[in-house]
């Protein structure tokens, strides 16, 4: 299969590939996918006390797509709001990324980890929250 | 040295042809263009005259008695579809099941599967771990009513070699039709079909540095005369077995490419072994979690199928681009599935993605062997450096102890 000239960048030039302390109160933590079906997914934010995602870092088991797709999700909702960067949608990464229709599962899958980060950051808030009110 | 690229290390898909079988085939295109089938001119003859040549030369490669036991085909996969389709079709009054393996080509599954809608009851054997089967398994799935048995002589991922010649003596004892898809172990392993017992055994030019788009399938004419029906109807060229004008220069080729085989073989193998077993060595002595799939010794000698855990087998190619392999990731088929094979000898889904089969041959260079491996382990450690699955390993987490969402 050809890949696309962007798919081929990210995937040699990772960005934000690494870890974040998921102990961290400030860090969400997405784990998707399953090694089974051939791709997983971590994805991680770092959320300052205003809502922005001031850092973002992945780790993928994935073809090249998938990695291309961690790294652009990741460089794109660095800087955003965490509510903005929930909105953001696979078809975005496959267009920019120019995937072809077998490869769309990659895109969805980065979606889904920034939503499941997103989630798991907002989770351990809540919590949090509910500890100090006692 | 420095190496060219890029390094063609998939000979199971297909080699390149040696030098010396083109230039045999160069005159069959011009000079002598004839027909084959020409009976009146001396165009005719002489084409008629280096076939019949060929079928010598590729009986006696295989061991067959005589050439008038070769039929001519397409390729592989036409000769499978003409052993199974045809030899169903002329034995079944004797019965309606056929035993093969679940390792084998798609063209022996899909003429099964064809033939299941036409009521005939399929048996597909397990095979071990190991990617082999164990005679004993195929005894005992024999009632009354088979009349074919299909087994191919080394399975082309994972290189397995199988029994043939213990099946051979099963099925002759039972008065069974053998039949031996032998594309990618011939030439390599020994296989000769009388001493293993064979009636029908399929093969082609362009695994073995000859022609793509000619291959044959030896039907066996004595002790038993095996008998078939024809699929492809027409001139009755090929004893009436297979209707077509002979590829002349493909013929002409692929004997030269198996008779080449059939006296450098025993040397060539031992060479690329050796490289096959230094590529082996160098991987497992570089990384860890590295797994060999197919069975160590009963494997062909230009095979090497190996899983890197942790590292999905599409990033792995696409990270060493310059060098042609292929792998059971499901991300190189079209249907998301991992290899079929693979899953058969019960390998986990995820190593079954992280398989990579390199496959060696005639030209590949020792050079060659020690940059691919070089290679792939600068490029899997990179790629583990990426993997969460391999950090969740690092820190002793089980990976199957997780609740993964499968999608």
Redesign the interface.
Known sequence: MAYSDKVIEHYENPLNVGTLDKADDNVGTGLVGAPACGDVMRLQIRVDDAGVIQDAKFKTFGCGSAIASSSLATEWIKGRTVDEAAALQNSEIAAELSLPPVKIHCSVLAEDAVKSAIEDYKQKKVTREALAKG | MTVKLPIYMDYHATTPMDPRVLKTMLPYFNDSFGNAASRTHSFGWTADAAVEKSRETIAEFIGAKSGKEIVFTSGATESDNLAIKGAAEYYQSRGKHIITTVIEHKAIHDSCKRLAKQGFDITYLPVGENGVLDPEVLRAAITDQTILVSVMLANNEVGAIQPIAEIGKITSEKKIVFHVDAVQGVGKTPFNVEEMNVDLASITAHKIYGPKGVGALYVRRSKPRIRLVAQMDGGGHERGNRSGTLNVPGIVGFAKACEIMHHEGAEENERILKLRNRLHAKITDALDETKLNGDEKKRLISNLNVSFA???G??LM?AIKDVAVSSG????S?S?E?SYVLRAMGL???LA?SSIRFGLGRFTTEEEVDYVADLVIKKVKVLR???????MFQEGID?KSIE????
């Open positions: 942790f590292v999905e599409e990033a696409m990731s499901a991300c190189t079209a998301l991992p986990d889904e995820d993605h450096d990426m993997s969460p699955l391999y950090e990976i993964w969402a499968a999608h």
